[in-house]
């Protein structure tokens, strides 16, 4: 057994305090905590003696002045009492405003409020007489065996502690990475779960302009690719009506779009050697002419413009739906079957000679190539 220095085996009568964590060894005027030994010495802790030996009793400022200085000692006794009760308070992690085991009663004293177990009543809480020779070994005995108990439990709360705090920052760890996951992940491609027909005419349908839908209807060209007509089915399927955009013999309708809310038809006429783009409202509205020289025409997302190739130059456009602030897009080598991304933010289209698909942002910024199904082609770049 190892004894703090200055503490030998006492010889007399010997007394210790128990409260709280909280040990007092008045033979080696030691306090300790669970056991370990605090840095704390004099004045402090013979304080704290006085105090435990009148529990719940107030003891006077001018009594600790008797006991701890002498009368012919000259020292301000106010400062030094002060400064050594707050020593006290911060070894017992005490607060004099809220205090647990010394409460300040202004301008009279202190009194010990805490719960207070002397070596002596645990003796006789021990349920056995001590013989008087066994005495000293017994409470030895007793201390280092609560030292060890106290250690235990304090070792296991730490134990049981530690397993929470990491059973908790584990399932934080597994809900940010499902987070993660679940909000990066790519969306499913698409699959075919099953086919059924729309249209019985017998005819066969035109796939160079795409059929298109909106949330009624599915519009596609069928039969002769240079007619004037376009066909229109429920999306449930059923009989197919046709609609004849301009109602002059002889133009062709080659190429059209459908606004994001169902109420216009744009679409490209060829009539001769010329093209243009038209918008109708649909489904009795009047056509009229927005751009002549214009091919291959988009809505814009927000249905407030239209995007389209300028027949003499192969360049992407965009213009206002009555046809004016015309501003150039991009430039490309040559063109297929435009598309405007679902996002609104990208147009795709096919270049020729291929088969490529591009794509470059709605405002013509950083096109690039999308998918490249030649073999052995190096990359290309478009003059923005």
Request: glycine share 10%; hydrophobic share 40%; net charge neutral.
């Amino acid at each position: 057994m190892h004894l703090p220095r200055g503490c030998h085996l006492p010889v007399g009568e010997k007394q210790t305090f128990r409260f709280g964590p909280f040990e007092l060894d008045t033979e080696c005027g030691q306090l300790r905590k669970n056991g370990i030994g605090l840095k704390l010495q004099g004045q402090p802790v013979q304080i704290l003696e006085i105090l435990l030996e009148k529990p719940g009793q107030l003891v006077t400022r001018d009594e600790l002045r008797q006991r701890l200085w002498a009368s012919d000692t000259f020292v301000d006794f106010d400062h030094s009492l002060n400064t050594a009760v707050k020593k006290l308070r911060e070894a017992l992690g005490d607060d004099a405003e809220k205090p647990i085991y010394i409460e300040t009663l202004p301008k009279r004293g202190y009194r010990f409020i805490g719960e207070v177990a002397s070596g002596d009543s645990l003796a006789k809480h021990s349920g056995a007489e001590l013989p008087p020779g066994e005495d000293v070994v017994s409470r030895i005995t007793a201390t280092l065996v609560g030292t060890v108990l106290r250690t235990a439990s304090e070792s296991r709360r730490r134990v049981r502690r530690s397993i929470w705090l990491a059973m908790l920052a584990a399932l934080v760890l597994i809900a940010a990475a499902t987070a993660t996951w679940w909000l990066t992940k790519p969306p499913p491609l698409p699959r075919i779960v099953g086919s059924h027909s729309l249209t019985k005419t017998g005819h066969l349908k035109w796939v160079w302009a795409r059929p298109i839908a909106d949330d009624k209807s599915i519009y596609f060209k069928e039969g002769e690719a240079s007619s004037g007509v376009i066909s229109r089915v429920s999306v449930l399927g059923g009989e197919t009506t046709n609609i004849r955009p301009l109602e002059r013999a002889g133009l062709s309708v080659w190429w059209f779009d459908i606004s994001r809310d169902g109420s216009q038809l744009l679409f490209q006429v060829d009539e001769g050697n010329e093209a243009g783009a038209w918008i109708k409202t649909l489904p009795d509205g009047v056509p009229r002419l927005v751009l002549k020289n214009a091919v291959l025409p988009l809505w814009t997302a927000d249905g407030r413009g239209i995007f389209f190739v300028d027949s003499s130059d192969r360049d992407l456009y965009r213009a206002n739906v009555d046809g004016t602030n015309v501003q150039k897009v991009v430039s490309f080598p040559d063109y297929r079957t435009p598309y405007l991304s679902p996002d609104g933010l990208h147009i795709r289209f096919g270049v020729w000679p291929g088969p490529t698909m591009w794509e470059v942002a709605t405002d013509g910024s950083h096109p690039h190539v999308l998918l490249d199904g030649r073999k052995n082609v190096r990359g290309g770049s478009l003059e923005s």
